[in-house]
């Protein structure tokens, strides 16, 4: 069974800031730092490359306004939006949910690192993965 399903009906409890026809958002219950919400879409679905069009938008909007909403009201400095996909990307819950994290200082609890890496033929990427729709 998925937790965010379960929560979603009511089978868990949770501390909900919103919902609507396509998302509920919830405080996280591990808040990284004080305020960490996540925006879940309530179809299931593993991740917004396999949602539908209308539930990602939904979480989208959402994340937008409410990360607005969380900055204004907390005070805090910034904020980390992001959504995992796939284990080795650090998703846990194999649903879509966007993680929205405020950021207080560069000293806070998130850490989310970029290393250095080796150097890429960047042409040879673009003639990979050239997109045209």
Known sequence: MCVFCDIRDGI???????????????????QVTKGHSLVIVKEHTASLLTCDDTSLTRAILVAKQLGNHLMNSLNCQ???VLSNINEVAGQCVDHLHIHL???YSKDDACVIQFKESEINDLAAILKQVTFIK
């Open 78 to 80: 910034g904020m980390n």
């Open 12 to 30: 868990i409890p949770s501390y909900k800031l919103y919902e609507d026809e396509y998302v509920f958002v919830i405080l996280d219950i591990s």
């Open 101 to 103: 994290i405020p950021r």
